[in-house]
């Protein structure tokens, strides 16, 4: 019987880590992705296994020696992009150097996995592709210029990719985080606003397996996620 394969593409130490450990836990091995994967904190599973594995996700061909590598083991079952950069300010100093990078890993890089993911899960008829939005993937806000451009980019990708794979099988999802992720920069602000006024990312990646266990009469293909606390 082949493994369970997941990918996870954009791993570091709050949500990604939580990703990964969601499905290892679910007896799946899964290929946790990452610029430096050498620096990614420990995975413990007593389920699965975690394979780690460097990637710049801009670059076609690591994304493309990744999935080969995970598909060796068996067919990909569930992929998710995590990956994103940002760095606030006004549109006034904005270095376009600076907005091209956040784009091309908020957006292009989504594409590329996406893409990479979809002509192996289309062979296999089933298989289910994630994507990690956030509030600026709904609105541009002041400042957040290097954010929303490719958020908005990413959920257009996630949008088209649907309406073309669902037919042929494959679910695909945007989550849009809407909110602070709990992690030792934000703690402060847990005091401030009370319990659980952060999203806590073990409950954000219970979401996304609960996503890709959904039964394809039923789909969803846009939830938000918030903490009780959070003003939208």
């Known amino acids: 019987m082949s493994e369970q394969i997941a990918v996870v593409v954009g791993v570091g130490p709050g949500l990604g880590a939580a990703l990964v450990r969601a499905f290892a836990n679910e007896a799946y091995t899964v ?88 002509r192996r899960m289309v062979e296999n008829g089933t298989g289910t592709i994630l994507f990690t939005g956030a509030t600026a993937s709904l609105r541009g806000s002041s400042g957040f210029v290097n954010l929303a451009s490719p958020k908005f980019g990413l959920r257009a990708v996630a949008q088209s990719m649907a309406r073309e794979l669902g037919p042929k099988g494959i679910h695909v999802a945007h989550v849009v985080i809407d909110g602070q992720i709990r992690s030792e920069r934000y703690a402060h602000l847990a005091g401030e606003r009370g319990p659980d006024s952060l999203l806590d990312p073990d409950a954000i990646a219970a979401a996304y397996l609960a996503l890709h266990r959904q039964h394809r009469s039923a789909w969803t293909h846009e939830i938000d996620l918030r903490p009780w606390s959070e003003k939208f």
């Open 31 to 118: 290929f946790a992705a990452a610029r430096t994967a050498s620096s990614l904190p420990r995975v413990e599973s007593k389920a699965g296994r975690v394979v780690a594995i460097d990637c710049d996700a801009t670059e076609q061909g690591d994304v493309e020696r990744v999935f080969d590598t995970a598909a060796a083991v068996g067919p990909i079952g569930v992929v998710i992009f995590n990956a994103g950069a940002f760095v606030r300010g006004s549109i006034l100093d904005t270095d376009p150097k600076e907005f091209e990078r956040c784009w091309r890993l908020g957006c292009l890089a989504g594409f590329v996995v996406g893409q990479a993911a979809a």
